[in-house]
């Protein structure tokens, strides 16, 4: 079945560039997505991209998608501790069913 | 934007006993909902996705018998945990789905003693 992999833990200092990676089995995935959950809340969707898109910037997100080697990557500049979350990996496949990965926990130090 | 409720935010229950929670799509029709589980520090696992009107589908593994999902409405949406017991505590998140977009409600955390 469909499988979706991230890395566990992320620490960062505040200020620096966090980049958050995923790779996906499934290569019909139409949509791929970033999610962020802050302790004891649901899913705030961060942002998204077509499988047919290479890359997708949006202010202080960026997102990087390599369909041959499925991979996926969430760049965050300038990190705040305010970015300190759960960060989930998700794709779409047929009849709208989403898999998500484990999530990326990030730490931001000050 | 497109925002999804869920009631209750949290809920204790005894054990043996069943506990509804309702999933709201609050300014869209939703065509499609899912109910997910999280257990902590763990991903979001699919139970069922139901559509309006018709029995929901539920994902291997997930006792239909036991997670009674209802669609009535194209903004409601409930799950009921019967007979509950401590294993069933854990984090439950709907989703809405419009037809393009997936939205997500803010999860209810179960406890069940």
């Known amino acids: 079945g469909e499988d979706v992999e991230q890395s566990l833990f992320l620490s960062v200092r505040e200020g620096d560039s966090s980049v958050i990676n995923c790779t996906y089995t499934?290569?019909?995935?139409?949509?791929l997505y970033w999610y962020k959950q802050e302790p004891g809340a649901g899913l705030q969707l961060l942002t998204y991209i077509f499988s047919n898109m290479d890359m997708k910037q949006d202010q202080r997100l960026t997102v990087l998608l390599n369909k041959k080697d499925k991979h996926l990557s969430l760049r965050i500049a300038d990190t705040q501790t305010g970015d300190s979350a759960i960060y989930f990996c998700a794709l779409k496949t047929g009849g709208f069913k989403t898999i998500f990965g484990a999530g990326t926990r990030l730490f931001v130090k000050a | 934007g497109a925002v999804v409720s869920q009631h209750p935010s949290r809920v204790i229950c005894k054990s043996g006993t069943s506990v509804k929670i309702e999933c709201r799509s609050l300014?869209?029709?939703?065509?499609?909902m899912f109910w997910y589980r999280q257990f902590p520090k763990q991903s979001l696992m699919l139970m069922a996705t139901?559509?309006?009107?018709?029995?929901?589908?539920?994902e291997q593994g997930v006792e239909k018998d036991k997670f009674l999902i209802n669609h009535a409405s194209l903004t409601l949406s409930t799950l009921t945990v019967t007979s509950a017991h401590p294993e069933d505590s854990s984090f439950y998140i709907c989703?809405?789905?419009?037809?393009?977009?997936?939205?997500f409600g803010p999860g209810t955390r179960l406890t069940v003693t």
């Open positions: 139901s559509n309006e009107g018709s029995k929901a589908t539920y």
């Open positions: 989703s809405a789905a419009d037809g393009n977009e997936q939205y």
């Open positions: 300014d869209f029709q939703a065509t499609t």
């Open positions: 499934d290569s019909s995935s139409t949509y």
